[in-house]
């Protein structure tokens, strides 16, 4: 493909291995994705490291995800259009911007297209709850359309727990979490879950990754920093991520599936019934 660096060049690998594995998320529709996935996904076939190393054995500061980055760079700045913008979510950076129209039935005519039910029968819908902001990203849409509360605790929080989503349990929620397995025992997990049980009674279950999951296939097992120590110690763990994109929608599109009192089909054919009638009334108003 023209614009691509020369195929015998690690520029040039890189940018046909993303290519190929971008097409292949489009194809499993895992799109949009993130450069964190896109390098897990890459170093479980073979294709990157997981550091680089010189000689000696030392570790460089460069990293192979920083490569990842610039080769999926260079494809969506293609004149060909390879790579839309859209297909990479960026969770580090976010934009608010405001909804407004020339009337208020402008605007209800304008929102009545995307206006929603309840899915869960009066019941809260779970809260989904990751431990990274690459993996909310991509499970953003899935949560979305059974209406389910998603965060990414981008670690272990503090402040963020307590002022932005105890409000969402008190009196009680289920919680489906989203972490890593660290092998030293869960600190982040552990950490998230006590604060929040301070404010009330929950309902917790780790749907990604597992015990289980962790034995099904021979995963990285990548070192991890817990600064609650002084100075830092190093725990290994393996990696939610490590699971590759497609399957950890599947595995949370399985759990909503199961745990939702209706198919959702079922529910958006009584939304757009509900929508008929809203446009009529509207219509007859407007009359």
């Not at 700045?77 to 405001?98: F, H, K, N, Q």
């Amino acid at each position: 493909m023209a614009g691509l660096s020369k195929p015998g060049t690690k520029a040039g690998r890189y940018q046909r291995a993303c290519l190929e594995l971008l097409r292949e998320h489009e194809v499993d529709g895992a799109i949009p994705t993130s450069i964190r996935f896109l390098f897990y996904e890459l170093f479980d076939r073979g294709v990157v490291p997981k550091v680089y190393r010189y000689p000696d054995g030392t570790e460089k500061k460069r990293t192979p995800s920083q490569d990842i980055s610039d080769a999926v760079t260079v494809l969506r700045e293609l004149d060909s259009g390879a790579i839309p913008w859209s297909w990479i979510v960026d969770e580090t950076r976010s934009l608010d911007d405001w909804r407004y129209a020339s009337s208020v039935q402008s605007y209800v005519e304008e929102v009545l297209p995307v206006a929603r039910i309840d899915v869960w029968d009066g019941e809260k819908p779970p809260l989904i709850l990751c431990e990274s902001r690459s993996l909310a990203g991509v499970l953003r849409d899935i949560a979305e359309d059974y209406l389910c509360p998603i965060a990414a605790t981008n670690g272990q929080a503090g402040g963020f727990l307590h002022t932005e989503i105890a409000p969402l349990v008190r009196g009680g929620r289920r919680v489906f979490y989203m972490g890593d397995l660290d092998l030293s025992g869960s600190h982040i997990e552990e950490n998230t879950r006590a604060v929040l049980e301070g404010y009330g009674g929950l309902v917790w279950e780790k749907v990604a990754i597992t015990d289980v999951q962790v034995q099904e296939r021979d995963f990285p097992i990548k070192t991890k920093l817990d600064y609650r120590f002084k100075p830092a110690r190093e725990f290994e763990a393996v990696e939610t991520e490590a699971l590759g994109q497609r399957r950890i929608m599947e595995l949370l599109g399985e759990k909503l599936a199961a745990e939702a009192p209706e198919p959702l089909a079922v529910v958006f054919e009584r939304e757009e019934r509900q929508r008929v009638l809203v446009r009529e009334r509207l219509v007859e108003d407007d009359e």
